[in-house]
């Protein structure tokens, strides 16, 4: 994160100018204690302050709740702030008062008559800043309310939670369009760390907010470093980085389920570590207890779900440990964005193997919505996998699914350092682009890989895909084995998912180099394949292993079962499914 900007005089013998009273340099100094502004913040203040619109995209810790207070203090009237949870609000409230601000929060948790109080201190023109929920907001009575207030501004944080694909959706968020109509006058801003572009396009539209000027940060996190192993024996794994790297250090473990943070927790405090679990089935005081004391004491381990993190701000997180994948890039992006805020290293540990993939294709398939829906899930969960199996920069990659674009590998994630084993999947490659180019762009993973494989599917006859030259050119590999190709093309930037057209695989400019025989293409060694392993665990047997160990065995039955039922359910061969 780089300080854009520094307030001192350099002219000799002239001291330096002040910022005027009341504008933003003045409050952030003044109010706020900062020297300077950073990145994006001064642009984005000049905006609101001007009175037009803003949609904020900055990385978690990037500083983007004073793009908002700034313009709320500058600008005449009362800032209204809507977020999404109590306890962030009395954090942002509290810090505030300290700071001398006249803010506070109108929710639920407050009684009648305080509830009044606020109002009366609105309507006064006394507040500087209201915190409101979504919902509190949408109450006609609030609206009512705030109707004959002077409003500054509106801040929408958080504002991913529109998004009906994440995994923070608020059906209350959808309505917040009606403050553009009841309000046209009024500046708004959207904030959020989430970057992917559909999501960014949701929250604009969704919150009326096309003319808004879009602020978009780099969402590099440098002093964060990335490694994703392939779970072996995990709590082996998690306790040797622990007792070697992150002795005394607060991090956060995220697991999927409840009944894993309860056991890995309680595993972690026998072995003496200063642990402790968060879930939403925990009553709400333990869960707040937790979680003050993850903030106040040092060196706390929180184990969590991922119902643990949001708006979290505590700078000395050493790692994130992810015990199990998480179900998107985002997710992952976001889980492992809480380490490191204070620009300090920072390490993001991911332990993935094949039961997670079990686990989560399951959930995505029997979760509720659409199929257009579960399609999207199922796509998000392929990326995230394929940056598991990549054998380049993660970092690189990780932002390129950003739409960022990093001018050279980081040097510092375990792929760049320790680069994996590899195998020449030049020609399969070719096969696949030339496979899904003869095929018109047009058509999802499942049946280019039929085409590959030959299948005799009724879609393949319908589109006469069984006549093309590339019918069946794949055969000697299994559909799981191209799915973990096309995994990696997409993160490496050879393939594209197209969004809008039913996750149509398409090619990209960088095709041309490997079509033409200019370039190979290495891929990650698939796990059946890998001897590493096998040799080191048969030691002196020196030869590799293609079977399935005998631990493995249940999951490959559960996978095979799986795939079987889904396959009933669709009414398709099971190897189409995954
Ligand atoms: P975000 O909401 O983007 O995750 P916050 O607004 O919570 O981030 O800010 C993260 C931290 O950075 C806070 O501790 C905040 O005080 C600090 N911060 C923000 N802007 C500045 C600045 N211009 N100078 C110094 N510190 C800043
Ligand atoms: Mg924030």
Known sequence: MTESHSFSGTDAGISAPQPAAGSPHFILEHTFGYTGFRGDQEAIISTLVAGDDALVLMPTGGGKSLCYQIPALARPGCGIVISPLIALMQDQVEALRAAGVAAAFLNSSLGFDEAQQIENRLLGGELELLYLAPERLLQPRTLDLLQRANISLFAIDEAHCVSQWGHDFRADYLQLSCLHQRFPHVPRVALTATADQRTRREIAQRLDLENARHFVSSFDRPNIQYRIAPKDNPKRQLLQFLNSEQQGSAGVVY????????????????????????HAGLPAPLRAEHQRRFLREDGVIMVATIAFGMGI?????????????????????????????????????????????????QMAATSEGSEEHKRQERQRLDAMLGLCEITSCRRRALLRYFEEELAADCGNCDTCLEPPATWDATEPARKLMSGIYRSGQRFGAAHVIDILRGADTEKVRQFGHDKLSTYGIGADMSANEWRAIIRQLVVRGYLRVNAEAFNALQLTEQCRTVLRGEESVQLRTLPKAAPAKATRRDSGAGEARAEISATDQPLWDALRALRKSLAEERGVPPYVVF
């Open 313 to 361: 701000d505590k700078p000395d997180v050493r790692f994130v440990a992810h015990l199990d994948l998480p179900k998107s890039i985002e997710a992952y992006y976001q889980e492992t964005g809480r380490a490191g805020r204070d620009g300090e290293p920072a390490t993001a540990l991911l332990l993935y193997g094949l039961e997670d993939v079990v686990k989560l294709s």
């Open 255 to 278: 697991c999927l389920s409840r009944g894993k943070v309860e056991s890995t927790a309680e595993w972690l405090q026998q072995l003496g570590f200063n642990a402790l679990p968060y």
